[in-house]
């Protein structure tokens, strides 16, 4: 990495700049996109400390503002005391200075603030800042073609406060060039130049679809078919998936429409798919003004974590980041054919920050369901991290409650593939078997129609494994291997499918004692969705299975915390149940496997856990009437069974467990 600073410590107001703050003699070019160069006069300059160059990265993207010397011996040494970490700084600079090669500052101290002295300095992040304005497809063509990569990509840790400054300003590059890059394909679009348009973005699909359509109105329905080709390959080799239903469509219809007569069908938002959604940017409300980046960040947050659902369609952030003025609500829907919207008010005021979230359902313009949150305005990102997570797990269940409304009373043979398998996941939460057995028809209709579908396979091996987990197996052996092989399936075509993650990670652990092996299955649904519920409900059982209690109670206290309102909020207090139970709290473990029957009575799993609990808290009494509804259910299991088959990978903790169950009335 290059750059080249000066410490003017004495004699900074001796005159010797040849300009107002420093030489102008040479340009400076300076690229922070992607990495780190500098030139001064076509000259590299290179050699610089790390701390340098996060120095002069943070004082060009500044604002021209100058920083106090104690604001960046802050930034950067936050770890050392006020005099150690300015000591450091003025090494720092004193350093830098010998590199010079003719003594020109780049950094200059005028009454203790630096600032860039080095004028003219042309920085590759600070032009790309100021390419709101520009509409001409050269000039967008230009500007998005200038990002190379993140804010100082490769640059290793500097201090939490400088990391979180750096986080937050790539953000903020990197929407700006997403929001450039949307502006040019449309740009483009309008122009008549669709191959640009579909190069400036190749895994867009709309604008395969757009170009497959001007290829058709053009009579060219060979070429149509070459892009069909085209961007099916690059879906699956880049992202792993197939093309939309909408193209599927499309490319249906140029199949069977007439060679002389090519019509001009347009993109269709099929209402058999998964509901799409878009999150529209936020409105600002109040006397203080919140910084539009770290809004941006939020709403790009919120996308992201929609995304990582399968049951819903989400809308890119570049296709709705300028959605904003006047623009009424019919006219976006149109625009995005869209079934739901998030929209978001910003109020900053004292020392609070509040987010307001509504769900709007686009066919009536009413709110379906809303979220408040606040936050302290000077949060963290794990803050922020939580208060998004907090809204996407209030407003996305919303969205499946109206979806099953929505389908409820239709015929199962008129029903999707999306439809069926939403409705399956309902009648597996049930407790009555016959919608139990209504569930796995669904499903294997949605395979036998769909046999690549990944959510079908995943809910399939659920299907199985809840089966064997509550003692209705008829062949336990036979059914487990059913589950092993259906997850397999899953993950072959869609390997970073949350819930096949999810599922597969618990079977390994509640079915093989397979804990590695688990862990990495629910790490890699983290990856793929950091706040996934599930993940860290059902990771907090296997925490429990070996014994590390507080890691359990913490991963499931968050996903209560994240999803207080979830659907299936029975499994968050299972999880609390077996994690205060692994750490010798009795007493809590028992509340919560108490309230955990409360939310979905007579499921067996649930009533051993909350009776051994009692029995091991002493309150014999609530754990015999737990044991008899739970016996109830399932009269013949035995607890020497259970004992056999118990995921503790500890067997002391097994056979203690069992002495649990008998003292609660459980027979042997």
Not at 313 to 333: C, F, K, Q, R, Y
Not at 598 to 618: D, F, I, K, Q, R
């Amino acid at each position: 990495m290059d750059g080249i600073v000066e410490d003017h410590v004495d004699d900074m107001n001796d005159g010797s700049n040849n300009g107002a703050d420093g030489n102008t003699s040479a340009v400076a070019c300076l690229s922070l996109l992607g990495g780190f160069t500098l030139e001064i006069g076509s000259e590299p300059v290179v050699g610089l400390p790390v701390r340098a160059c996060a120095l002069i990265a943070y004082l060009a993207l500044n604002q021209g503002r100058p920083a106090t010397r104690e604001r960046i011996a802050e930034l950067i040494w936050p770890d050392r005391a006020g005099e150690q970490s300015r000591s450091s700084l003025r090494q720092l600079l004193h350093g830098l200075n010998r590199k010079l090669a003719d003594g020109s500052p780049l950094v200059v101290d005028r009454d203790g603030s630096l600032s860039i002295g080095f004028s003219p300095l042309s920085c590759d992040a600070v032009q790309l800042r100021q390419c709101n304005g520009i509409s001409a497809v050269e000039a967008l063509l230009s500007a998005y073609e200038s990002y190379k990569g993140p804010l100082l990509e490769g640059l290793p840790p500097i201090s939490q406060a400088f990391d979180d400054w750096l986080i937050a300003t790539r953000t903020e590059l990197e929407d700006q060039a997403l929001a450039i890059g949307a502006r040019l394909v449309e740009a483009s679009m309008t122009a008549g130049d669709q191959d640009t348009a579909v190069a400036i973005d190749p895994l867009r699909e709309d604008n395969h679809r757009r170009l497959m359509s001007a290829y058709v109105a053009a009579g060219r329905r060979s070429d149509a078919l070459r892009q069909y080709m085209h961007v099916s390959e690059l879906l699956r080799r880049e992202l792993g998936v197939g093309p939309a239903p909408e193209t599927e469509e499309l490319v249906s219809r140029l199949r069977n429409s007439s060679k002389d007569a090519p019509t001009q069908p347009d993109p269709i938002v099929s209402r058999e798919d998964p509901p799409r959604i878009a999150v529209l940017p936020f409105d600002q409300f109040g006397d203080e003004h919140f910084p539009s980046h770290l809004a941006g960040g939020m709403v790009a947050d919120i996308i992201a974590q929609l995304s990582g659902l399968r049951e819903l369609s989400v809308i890119s952030h570049g296709s709705t980041m300028d959605l904003h003025g006047p623009e009424g609500l019919a006219s976006v829907v149109e625009k995005l054919g869209v079934r739901y919207l998030v929209r978001g008010a910003i109020r900053q005021a004292q020392d609070d920050v509040r987010l307001t979230t509504e769900l709007v359902a686009a066919d009536t313009g009413s709110v379906v369901g809303t979220n408040i949150s606040t936050l302290s305005k000077s949060f963290s990102f794990a803050d922020q991290d939580r208060v998004v997570a907090h809204t996407v797990n209030s407003l996305a269940p919303r969205v499946q409650d109206l979806e099953l409304i929505r389908i409820r009373g239709k015929r199962p043979t008129s029903m999707s593939s999306y439809e069926k398998i939403l409705l399956a996941r309902e009648y597996m939460t049930s407790v009555d078997r016959s919608n139990f057995e209504k569930a796995k028809l669904l499903i294997d209709d949605v395979i036998a129609e769909e046999p690549t579908y990944a959510e079908a396979y995943a809910l399939a091996a659920d299907w199985y494994g809840l089966l064997v987990a509550e003692g209705h197996a008829t062949d336990r052996t036979s059914d487990i291997e059913t589950v092993e092989k259906l997850a397999k399936t899953a993950l072959q075509y869609d390997s970073m499918n949350v819930r096949a993650l999810v599922f597969y990670g618990h079977r390994r652990s509640l079915f093989h004692r397979d804990y590695t092996m688990a862990k990495s299955l629910f790490q890699r649904a983290l990856d793929a969705s950091p706040n996934s519920t599930e993940a860290l409900r059902w990771s907090s059982m296997t925490y429990s299975f070996v014994g590390e209690a507080e890691e359990a109670i913490g991963r499931a206290e968050l996903a209560l915390e994240l999803s207080p309102r979830d659907r299936d909020a029975h499994s968050f207090y299972l999880a609390l149940c077996a994690a205060y139970y692994t750490a010798g709290d009795y007493d809590t473990a028992a509340g919560h496997g108490l309230r955990a029957m409360a939310t979905v009575p007579n499921l067996p799993s649930t009533g051993g856990w909350a009776a051994a609990s009692l029995a091991a808290a002493g309150r014999l009494k609530e754990a015999e009437e737990v044991a008899r509804e739970t016996m109830a259910a399932l009269p013949h299991r035995r607890v020497r069974n259970i004992v056999e088959w118990h995921p503790f990978a500890d067997e002391a903790r097994r056979r203690t467990y069992g002495e649990h169950l008998l003292a609660a009335g459980f027979p042997e």
